[in-house]
Every structure is written in structure tokens, then in C-alpha cells.
């Protein structure tokens, strides 16, 4: 008995083709089954904007990186996860919650975290810092020494050169546009 192997290159070439065209659609399938419905992202916004609700505005939070941070840790030192220091600025619905970061100069960076990025917001902090903690996830812009931040974009707030203290109210202390660009005005 002999057994003869002839190679044919179209054949096995759609075969080939065939078998990663059907490992991508399975895969593809299979990240669709993981996403979220409407109506689970919209019931986890709300549960965010309520527990971000009852911080106050320009309260001091810690954000934490959901994949280093586990409430349950034997960890005291809190070495084991990367954390940021920021402060609660607004609630945008539909987009996420924006926070101000640390300023280097009078540009106030603020930073724009998306809900779904939101875990969940721990009220009554950890050991080391008595501020409430919002884990999330670090897969934004990079922003401190070439760490993923949780930030899907980053705007800067300037101090209005042109605000009166006597005669303005209070919102018109900073804005958007860019100092030098208001004088040339």
C-alpha cells in the first residue's frame, strides 16, 4: 500500500484563508458578547453619577487603577497599586466626570474620566488616605512620567487676565481661551 501526497497550492491556500477567516469572525463574535447593552451602560452611569454625587465638588479623591487595586489587599503600605491625587470639577452625562489635576503653572489641566472606565467609587478611602477612591481604568492619554492615565482627554483652564473681582461672578475667574489670546482681543 502506498500513499501519495500531492500538494496543491490553490486548495490549501483556501483552506488556509478559510481557517483565519473563521478564527477572526469567532473572535469577533466573541468581543461582541463582552460589550455592555445600552441599557447596562446607562444603569452603570447612573449608579456613578450618584456615588460621585455625594462627594462634593472640589472634594480631593485618590484615582486608582482598577488592575492594581483590590479593596480586599493585604497591603497596608498601599505600594501595590498606582494612585493619582485630583479633586471632583463636574459631572458631564453621557460623557464621564471630569476632575482637576495637579497644576504646574497657572494652566489648570482637567481631566476627562468616561464612565465606562469607571468601576466603582470607594467612599471611605483606604489606609493611608482618608479621600474616597475611584477605581477606573488607566488605558488613557499619558500624562505623568509616561504612565497610562485614566483620562480620555485632558483641557486646560487659564485664569482669566481680564476678570474684575468687584464686578464679575465667580465663573468668569478662568476659562478656555488662552491668556495671550484674550489680551490680543
Known amino acids: 500500500m502506498e500513499i501519495n501526497f500531492v500538494f496543491n497550492l490553490w486548495d490549501n491556500m483556501f483552506t488556509t484563508i478559510s481557517i483565519i477567516a473563521s478564527c477572526f469572525?469567532?473572535?469577533?463574535?466573541?468581543?461582541?458578547?463582552?460589550?455592555?447593552?445600552?441599557?447596562?451602560?446607562?444603569?452603570?452611569?447612573?449608579?456613578?453619577?450618584?456615588?460621585i454625587k455625594k462627594l462634593s465638588i472640589y472634594k480631593?479623591?485618590?484615582?486608582?487603577?482598577?488592575?492594581?487595586?483590590?479593596p480586599l489587599r493585604e497591603d497596608s503600605?498601599?505600594?501595590?497599586?498606582?494612585?493619582?491625587?485630583?479633586?471632583?470639577?463636574?459631572?458631564?452625562?453621557?460623557?464621564?466626570?471630569?476632575v482637576i489635576l495637579i497644576p504646574s503653572d497657572?494652566?489648570?489641566?482637567?481631566?476627562?474620566?468616561?464612565?465606562?472606565?469607571?468601576?466603582?467609587?470607594?467612599?471611605?478611602?483606604?489606609?493611608?488616605?482618608?479621600?474616597?477612591?475611584?477605581?477606573c481604568k488607566f488605558k488613557g492619554i499619558k500624562w505623568y512620567k509616561n504612565f497610562k492615565s485614566p483620562f480620555k482627554e485632558i483641557n486646560y483652564r487659564y485664569k482669566n487676565p481680564n476678570y474684575n473681582e468687584k464686578d464679575d461672578p465667580e465663573f468668569l475667574k478662568y476659562t478656555n481661551i488662552k491668556p495671550n489670546s484674550l489680551n490680543q482681543n
Not at 25 to 51: C, D, G, M, N, R
Open 25 to 51: 469572525i469567532a473572535f469577533w463574535i466573541y468581543k461582541l458578547t463582552k460589550q455592555l447593552s445600552v441599557k447596562e451602560k446607562f444603569e452603570h452611569e447612573q449608579k456613578i453619577i450618584e456615588e
Open 60 to 70: 480631593s479623591v485618590i484615582l486608582s487603577d482598577v488592575s492594581k487595586y483590590h
Open 77 to 98: 503600605t498601599n505600594a501595590t497599586y498606582y494612585k493619582q491625587g485630583a479633586e471632583i470639577y463636574t459631572i458631564i452625562p453621557e460623557y464621564g466626570v471630569q
Open 106 to 135: 497657572e494652566n489648570i489641566p482637567i481631566g476627562l474620566i468616561p464612565f465606562d472606565w469607571i468601576e466603582y467609587v470607594r467612599q471611605e478611602g483606604d489606609s493611608e488616605d482618608t479621600k474616597p477612591i475611584i477605581i
